[in-house]
Nanobody
Framework: QERLVESGGGSVQAGGSLNLSCSVL??????????MAWFRQAPGKEREGVAT???????SYADSVKGRSIIFKDKAKNFLFLQMHNLKPAKTAMYYC?????????????????WSKGTKVTVTS
């Protein structure tokens, strides 16, 4: 059974950068077919997609992070990464990585089969 473990959360000042990583543990069935994504959930708000990457490495981003975030993966080692730059206090949230086997880029929460426990990112002003 696959499980996702994140690292890299923490506190950063507004305008700063933060890198998140997500390791897929427990063996990955059909790894060539993975869709992978980062989501975030701010206090009192719904979980929303941040960035997603498909089985061939093409990425899509939420409008709010375009130009300030990069998602990429190490397919051989089953790692997923998110680089965030020029962070703003509004981006304070719990960040989650997720995978499913659709293979495309998408932010459909219900379609993602496995989720990480989340890592907290705090952006201070």
């Amino acid at each position: 059974q696959e499980r996702l473990v994140e690292s890299g959360g923490g506190s950063v000042q507004a305008g700063g950068s933060l890198n998140l990583s997500c390791s897929v543990l427990g063996g990955v069935r059909d790894s060539y077919a993975l869709s992978m994504a980062w989501f975030r959930q701010a206090p009192g708000k719904e979980r929303e997609g941040v960035a997603t990457i498909d089985r061939v490495g093409s990425a899509s981003y939420a409008d709010s992070v375009k130009g300030r975030s990069i998602i990429f993966k190490d397919k051989a080692k089953n790692f997923l990464f998110l680089q965030m730059h020029n962070l703003k206090p509004a981006k304070t949230a719990m960040y989650y990585c997720a995978i499913d086997w659709r293979g495309d880029r998408h932010f459909e929460r219900r379609a993602y089969a496995i989720w990480s426990k989340g890592t907290k990112v705090t952006v201070t002003s």
